[in-house]
């Protein structure tokens, strides 16, 4: 396993992350929203349109832009802060020392808020959610044109 050292990367570097991570966001959102239709993506599509298409898609798109803007500031305020207070008030609880043992759980908090891997894992969260909305928007699309809801003219 390839082990990096955070104080060791330059601004190069996590440019380069960077757009590696975009560009493997894009081709596997695409790839997944474009074969639910039975087209295969990967055939048509250049490294430039699978770098731009989750930029292009969350600057068009301004209701999603907001929805994951939310979404991420509330998933970094419990990672960072609600976990361990909603941790404190249950562990004095007496079900939840039957359920949990808090012995345990005291030593993996501990770890817990001495680690700073919350950029990896918002990243890693943030390609679960981007994908399964371009599938649930794929799907939502597949069902809109087989019932014909897609190309009605509204007066």
Same mark, same amino acid.
Request: proline share 3%; glycine share 4%; hydrophobic share 55%.
């Given at each position: 396993m390839i082990n990096i050292q955070e104080s060791k990367l330059g601004l190069q570097d996590y440019f380069y992350i960077g757009y590696l991570y975009l560009i493997i966001l894009g081709i596997v959102s695409d790839a997944t929203f474009y074969g639910i239709f039975g087209v295969s993506y990967l055939n048509y599509t250049?490294?430039?349109?699978?770098?731009?298409?989750?930029?292009?898609?969350?600057?068009?798109?301004?209701?999603?832009?907001?929805?994951?803007?939310?979404?991420?500031?509330?998933m970094y305020l419990y990672f960072i802060k609600?976990?361990?207070?909603?941790?404190?008030?249950? $562990? #004095?609880?007496?079900?939840?020392?039957?359920?949990? /043992? &808090?012995?345990?759980?005291d030593k993996r908090y501990e770890e817990l808020e001495k680690k700073k891997n919350i950029i990896p894992g918002m990243m890693f969260v943030f390609f679960l959610l981007f994908v399964s909305? $371009? #599938?649930?928007?794929?799907?939502?699309?597949?069902? /809109? &044109?087989?019932?014909?809801?897609?190309?009605?003219?509204?007066?």
């Open positions: 250049t490294i430039l349109d699978a770098l731009i298409s989750p930029v292009s898609l969350l600057t068009n798109n301004w209701k999603i832009s907001l929805f994951l803007l939310l979404i991420f500031w509330l609600w976990m361990f207070l909603f941790y404190k008030k249950l $562990r #004095t609880k007496k079900w939840y020392a039957k359920v949990y /043992n &808090i012995e345990k759980w909305m $371009r #599938t649930g928007m794929g799907i939502g699309m597949k069902l /809109n &044109i087989q019932t014909k809801k897609l190309f009605q003219i509204i007066p």
